[in-house]
């Protein structure tokens, strides 16, 4: 797929679409990638008892159900716009 081969910046300006959309799948990418450092980081602060288990739920509530939604809304986006692109 289109998306998963080419940076934003190697597309061509005159492609100002793909790139737009490129930008959006590299975006919701790297607010994955930032969901799942938090989420190493509330395990190891569950681990470590860095806090009361009260105060880290209150903290980190609804991460992993964020991340669960998050994961799917990104893959159904990237599936939609390289079915977009490549038809």
Same mark, same amino acid.
């Given at each position: 797929?289109?998306?998963a081969?080419?940076?934003a910046?190697e597309i061509? +300006?005159?492609?100002?679409?793909l790139? +737009? ?5 590299d975006t919701?990418h790297?607010y994955?990638?930032?969901?799942e450092?938090?989420?190493s980081?509330a395990?190891e602060c569950?681990?470590?008892h +860095?806090?009361?288990?009260k ?5 980190? #509530? #609804?991460?992993?159900?964020?991340a669960?939604?998050?994961r799917k809304?990104?893959?159904q986006?990237?599936s +939609? ?7």
């Amino acid at each position: 797929p289109l998306f998963a081969l080419q940076p934003a910046e190697e597309i061509s +300006v005159t492609e100002p679409r793909l790139k +737009v959309l490129k930008e959006m799948i590299d975006t919701e990418h790297q607010y994955m990638a930032d969901l799942e450092k938090l989420q190493s980081y509330a395990a190891e602060c569950r681990t470590d008892h +860095v806090l009361p288990p009260k105060r880290l739920e209150a903290i980190f #509530n #609804n991460l992993d159900e964020l991340a669960d939604f998050q994961r799917k809304f990104s893959l159904q986006m990237e599936s +939609v716009l390289n079915r977009e692109v490549l038809t």
